[in-house]
């Protein structure tokens, strides 16, 4: 199915939608604030935007479309609803992992690994040239999961790196029930491919799923 969610008039949709405009406003402001901080850092000047003005000026996604970000975002899921959510079902985010996102990552969690950052450095290793961190990359699990029906809630993950991802290519996570262990708790097979649907990160995650509280 595509990133667009079909449209319902059932009961619980609308609260839904509002649960995830709240949410996606919340990720807006954080993002800014983390922006201007790091431009701060740097000597720039943010030009006096203030997080939460430019929330309010910035145009909201369809609540439908549950990509829930950057246009270049693509979601496919199995379902739609959390009542029917079961083993079998599944979860698929895309993105691009941009020279950005890689700098941004290590400015954010402190790994400033020469492998990620310097090309010149990068190009005498094994692989040739600048990679982007395996968390990162791993990152894109856990915006596949957050993108289920209802609240995910990691209890835990494993992960077996088996390949580097270059900056600048698209990589796609795909998470799949496996068991349903009880007590809105499910175990997945995790894993992450590249453009060339190799297999780069693989594992196992155990997540609580809530139903969206009401609003």
């Not at 979601?75 to 700098?103: C, H, N, P, Q, W």
């Not at 400033?112 to 982007?132: K, P």
């Amino acid at each position: 199915m595509s990133s667009q969610c079909p449209d319902t008039d059932s009961a619980t949709a609308t609260p839904a939608a509002e649960q995830w405009t709240s949410i996606s406003k919340h990720v807006v402001n954080s993002y800014l604030e983390a922006n201007n901080a790091l431009l701060a850092a740097m000597g720039f000047s943010s030009a006096g935007m203030d997080a939460s003005a430019a929330a309010e000026t910035t145009t909201p996604s369809p609540t439908a479309d549950v990509s829930f970000g950057d246009e270049t975002w693509v979601m496919e899921r199995s379902t739609d609803d959390y009542d029917s959510l079961g083993v079998g079902d599944y979860v698929r985010f895309s993105k691009l992992i941009a020279d950005t996102d890689v700098t941004a990552f290590a400015q954010v969690s402190g790994d400033t690994n020469r492998l990620h950052l310097e090309s010149d450095f990068a190009e005498d290793t094994q692989f040739g040239g600048r990679i982007a961190h395996g968390t990162l990359v791993a990152g894109t699990i856990s915006a596949a999961l957050a993108r289920l029906p209802g609240v995910t809630v990691y209890l835990s993950q494993t992960l077996e790196f088996t390949g580097p991802v270059r900056i600048g290519g698209r990589v796609t996570a795909e998470c799949e029930i496996v068991e349903d262990l009880g007590g809105d708790r499910y175990r997945l097979h995790t894993r992450v491919v590249d453009e060339a649907d190799e297999t780069v990160i693989d594992g196992e995650a155990v997540v609580i799923i809530n139903e969206l509280p009401e609003t």
